[in-house]
């Protein structure tokens, strides 16, 4: 059962008193600690805060009074004091940092994720009341902004210092280059005058180390200019196919002091600097489109990351109710079209194989011949804002220039209404088909956990995916962020999205290792603050899935989750190894495996306590719901995060326990990459 606040609609579980004893690592709250939690909605009841929240309490306090020389861990006064302050606005006269932060804040950039260093530019963002957060790790603050637009198509920015700090952001840039996010980078700390002397140790060059990275980037060098420049870089983000923009701010540029706003180069409103037009479809091309389609019997959308971008979500669906077209996603977020439609292919693998048209909306990283599993007979349209890409990897038969939204309004009208009442058979009945299977991977899962004492993925994936979409939590309420490696490929099976960026597609194209914590610190906060399509379920829990691997990476920003209080669980698989471990062996290199193997049963659950947060420890199919149960509601109640440790084994990943590791089909619910 589940509990419900009538002001917020945000739905908990309800704990029973059965549970409340489960297992799980202690978790290290105290009613001192509460008192310092920064003010939050309430989304629990008493009744449910009684199972989960005051049970750790109890169970802190003992621990305490056991060991007087304990000191909890708490929030200082200063971090809820500080987050209260109101914006501080710049106005003239103002510095260079400020000119830009107050660029950002006219822009809407929604969020802002950093480390110390490039002082004067982060403060000045911060003061300026952009929602800005601080973190560990510069690499994984990168991968939160990226988070967060992949899931609300809002612009946010991160910054690091000059030299190694930036060095460290470069594989998270990376992932959101090639996921196509809007993302603005900023970094420096050093001046131009210490240029080629090599003075201190955070020297580096910075736009060439993202040369093949960006979609535009400056080192500036020119103070008065810095208005100019950075409408350079918001042109770059709103317009056209989105890519990170980097820009560069030295010393003598953040610090630069402006008396008035004549001093400015280029100081004009963003009317005048940049257009909100957008390019339509050629009629002609939306004629040869219709012709094409009502030909088919089997036509399919692909749904890419232009769809969200554009927000053209109902007009997406307008067409292809219209027609009776199917739609399979593939971008790095999912939900712009419902998995629980009828027209919905993501989880329909069989019927993807035999589409014969298939168009494509705001596919940006395009696929190579096959990489898709569409049959080497169907056509393709693709509709795409950028005419130099189109034809690009996979020969066209029809390309159309166009805004995304533009196009599918056009089609929309165009289009006549048409039944395809075999078509939506057979669509149902792959996703039953694809449902079957992955019940049948529950079924062996279970026999594999009895028969081993550890928990399967595919039990992970069924349990997750049950407690999110068929309990009496609001199917569509929770954000998750997909990750992980061997995991993924079990808990896509199971993942579901009813709403516009519900799901980040953490591995999508890039396939960096272990951003996941960090994306989770990001779409936390996301939704924290519920911005773009997030907004009706500000507040709620988020939840990610990783692997013992990839939470190496970015587990340290855990401390980030519970500085801010962001209501977030990770689920960890622990199989104790890297998900290729099994290549030692299997490429002949015997001697080799030992790289690829941790120790056994480590306590990430117990890492996670020691940095102010809930940890579960999971070792059977039977505790692993009630882990979650308790998770969420703490997390709903006290915005307390929590890893979920899930002990695996290494040898589910062989041929022994098959399906072993099943292949990511793409496009749809499976794609790893695209």
Same mark, same amino acid.
């Given at each position: 059962m589940a509990s419900k606040d009538k002001d917020t609609q945000i739905e908990t579980p309800t704990i029973s008193s059965a549970q409340e004893s489960g297992t799980g690592g202690e978790r290290n709250r105290s009613k001192a600690k509460?008192?310092? *939690?920064?003010?939050?909605?309430?989304?629990?009841?008493?009744?449910?805060?009684?199972?989960?929240?005051? $049970?750790?309490?109890?169970?802190?306090?003992?621990?305490?009074?056991?060991?007087?020389?304990?000191?909890?861990?708490?929030?200082?006064?200063?971090?809820?004091?500080?987050?209260?302050?109101?914006?501080?606005?710049? !106005?003239?006269?103002?510095? +260079?940092?400020?000119?830009? %932060?107050?660029?950002?804040? #006219?822009?809407?950039?929604?969020?802002?994720?950093?480390?110390?260093?490039? &002082? !004067?530019?982060?403060?000045?963002?911060a003061a300026e009341g952009i929602p800005s957060y601080g973190g560990r790790c510069e690499? !994984?603050?990168?991968? $939160?902004?990226?988070?967060?637009?992949?899931?609300?198509?809002?612009i946010a920015a991160t910054s690091g210092t000059e030299g190694p700090g930036f060095t460290n952001m470069i594989m998270n840039i990376g992932a959101a280059n090639a996921s196509r996010t809007p993302l603005l980078v900023i970094a420096s700390n050093k001046t131009i005058g210490e240029d080629d002397t090599e003075h201190g140790i955070q020297t580096a060059y910075q736009q060439s180390q993202t040369d093949g990275l960006k979609k535009w980037g400056k080192r500036m060098i020119t103070p008065n200019r810095i208005y100019e420049y950075s409408a350079y870089a918001f042109r770059q983000l709103k317009t056209g196919v989105p890519k990170p923009v980097h820009l560069d701010f030295p010393g003598e540029i953040s610090g630069a002091r402006f008396e008035e706003p004549g001093e400015l180069q280029y100081y004009y409103d963003k009317t005048r600097y940049r257009t909100e037009s957008k390019a339509h479809p050629n009629p002609a091309d939306i004629s040869a489109a219709v012709e094409m389609i009502q030909r088919a019997e089997r036509p399919m959308i692909v749904a890419s990351t232009g769809v969200f971008y554009d927000k053209a979500w109902d007009a997406l669906l307008q067409v292809a109710e219209k027609n009776d077209i199917a739609v399979v996603e593939s971008a790095p977020q999912r939900g712009?079209?419902?998995?629980?439609?009828?027209?919905?292919?993501?989880?329909?693998? #069989?019927?993807?194989?035999? %589409?014969?048209?298939?168009?494509?909306?705001?596919?940006?990283c395009m696929p190579s011949i096959g990489e898709f599993a569409f049959g080497p007979d169907a056509?393709?349209?693709?509709?795409?804002?950028?005419?130099?890409?189109?034809?690009?990897?996979?020969?066209?038969?029809? +390309?159309?220039?166009?805004?995304?939204? %533009?196009?599918?309004?056009?089609?929309?009208?165009?289009?006549?209404?048409?039944?395809?009442?075999?078509?939506? #058979?057979?669509?149902? %009945?792959?996703?039953?088909?694809?449902?079957?299977?992955?019940?049948?991977?529950?079924?062996? +899962?279970?026999q594999y956990s009895a028969d081993t004492d550890s928990i399967h993925p595919a039990v992970i994936g069924k349990q997750l995916g049950d407690f999110l979409y068929a309990n009496e939590l609001d199917r569509e309420q929770t954000t998750v962020v997909s990750g992980g490696y061997g995991i993924g490929r079990y808990t896509r099976r199971y993942l579901r999205a009813y709403r516009p960026g519900q799901i980040c597609n953490g591995a999508y194209q890039y396939g960096a290792i272990g951003p996941d914590v960090g994306y989770l610190v990001g779409v936390g906060a996301a939704v924290q603050n519920g911005v773009g399509p997030q907004s009706a379920y500000q507040g709620a829990p988020v939840l990610g899935v990783t692997g013992d691997a990839g939470a190496a990476y970015s587990i340290m920003e855990f401390e980030t989750l519970s500085k801010y209080r962001i209501p977030a669980i990770m689920v960890v698989y622990n199989n104790n190894a890297w998900g290729v471990w099994g290549s030692g062996a299997g490429r002949g290199a015997v001697r080799a495996q030992h790289m690829y193997l941790f120790q056994e049963n480590l306590r990430y659950d117990r890492i996670v306590e020691a940095l102010g947060g809930n940890g579960e420890?999971?070792?059977?199919? #039977?505790?692993?719901?009630?882990?979650?149960?308790?998770? &969420?509601?703490?997390? $709903?109640?006290?915005? *307390?995060?929590?890893? *979920?440790?899930?002990?695996?084994?290494k040898e589910f990943w062989t041929n022994q326990y098959p399906p072993s590791m099943p292949r990511h089909i793409a496009p749809g619910a499976l794609a790893y990459y695209k």
């Amino acid at each position: 059962m589940a509990s419900k606040d009538k002001d917020t609609q945000i739905e908990t579980p309800t704990i029973s008193s059965a549970q409340e004893s489960g297992t799980g690592g202690e978790r290290n709250r105290s009613k001192a600690k509460t008192e310092k *939690i920064v003010s939050r909605r309430s989304f629990i009841k008493g009744t449910a805060l009684a199972g989960a929240g005051a $049970a750790a309490m109890l169970k802190t306090e003992q621990s305490a009074a056991q060991d007087d020389t304990h000191s909890d861990i708490r929030i200082p006064d200063e971090i809820p004091r500080t987050l209260a302050e109101a914006a501080k606005p710049a !106005n003239f006269p103002m510095t +260079g940092a400020q000119v830009f %932060a107050k660029f950002c804040s #006219d822009e809407g950039v929604a969020g802002f994720f950093c480390c110390p260093g490039n &002082y !004067n530019m982060i403060n000045a963002i911060a003061a300026e009341g952009i929602p800005s957060y601080g973190g560990r790790c510069e690499g !994984n603050m990168t991968s $939160a902004a990226d988070g967060f637009t992949r899931v609300t198509g809002e612009i946010a920015a991160t910054s690091g210092t000059e030299g190694p700090g930036f060095t460290n952001m470069i594989m998270n840039i990376g992932a959101a280059n090639a996921s196509r996010t809007p993302l603005l980078v900023i970094a420096s700390n050093k001046t131009i005058g210490e240029d080629d002397t090599e003075h201190g140790i955070q020297t580096a060059y910075q736009q060439s180390q993202t040369d093949g990275l960006k979609k535009w980037g400056k080192r500036m060098i020119t103070p008065n200019r810095i208005y100019e420049y950075s409408a350079y870089a918001f042109r770059q983000l709103k317009t056209g196919v989105p890519k990170p923009v980097h820009l560069d701010f030295p010393g003598e540029i953040s610090g630069a002091r402006f008396e008035e706003p004549g001093e400015l180069q280029y100081y004009y409103d963003k009317t005048r600097y940049r257009t909100e037009s957008k390019a339509h479809p050629n009629p002609a091309d939306i004629s040869a489109a219709v012709e094409m389609i009502q030909r088919a019997e089997r036509p399919m959308i692909v749904a890419s990351t232009g769809v969200f971008y554009d927000k053209a979500w109902d007009a997406l669906l307008q067409v292809a109710e219209k027609n009776d077209i199917a739609v399979v996603e593939s971008a790095p977020q999912r939900g712009h079209f419902s998995d629980g439609h009828p027209l919905s292919a993501s989880t329909g693998l #069989d019927a993807i194989r035999s %589409a014969d048209l298939v168009i494509l909306v705001g596919q940006y990283c395009m696929p190579s011949i096959g990489e898709f599993a569409f049959g080497p007979d169907a056509r393709w349209i693709r509709i795409d804002p950028d005419a130099s890409d189109i034809g690009r990897n996979v020969p066209i038969d029809l +390309g159309i220039v166009s805004s995304e939204k %533009a196009a599918l309004e056009a089609l929309a009208d165009a289009l006549p209404s048409r039944s395809r009442q075999s078509w939506r #058979d057979e669509l149902a %009945a792959a996703r039953q088909a694809f449902d079957e299977q992955s019940e049948e991977y529950y079924r062996l +899962g279970l026999q594999y956990s009895a028969d081993t004492d550890s928990i399967h993925p595919a039990v992970i994936g069924k349990q997750l995916g049950d407690f999110l979409y068929a309990n009496e939590l609001d199917r569509e309420q929770t954000t998750v962020v997909s990750g992980g490696y061997g995991i993924g490929r079990y808990t896509r099976r199971y993942l579901r999205a009813y709403r516009p960026g519900q799901i980040c597609n953490g591995a999508y194209q890039y396939g960096a290792i272990g951003p996941d914590v960090g994306y989770l610190v990001g779409v936390g906060a996301a939704v924290q603050n519920g911005v773009g399509p997030q907004s009706a379920y500000q507040g709620a829990p988020v939840l990610g899935v990783t692997g013992d691997a990839g939470a190496a990476y970015s587990i340290m920003e855990f401390e980030t989750l519970s500085k801010y209080r962001i209501p977030a669980i990770m689920v960890v698989y622990n199989n104790n190894a890297w998900g290729v471990w099994g290549s030692g062996a299997g490429r002949g290199a015997v001697r080799a495996q030992h790289m690829y193997l941790f120790q056994e049963n480590l306590r990430y659950d117990r890492i996670v306590e020691a940095l102010g947060g809930n940890g579960e420890y999971v070792t059977s199919p #039977d505790q692993f719901t009630p882990a979650l149960e308790r998770s &969420y509601a703490l997390a $709903a109640k006290e915005g *307390i995060p929590t890893l *979920i440790n899930c002990q695996g084994k290494k040898e589910f990943w062989t041929n022994q326990y098959p399906p072993s590791m099943p292949r990511h089909i793409a496009p749809g619910a499976l794609a790893y990459y695209k």
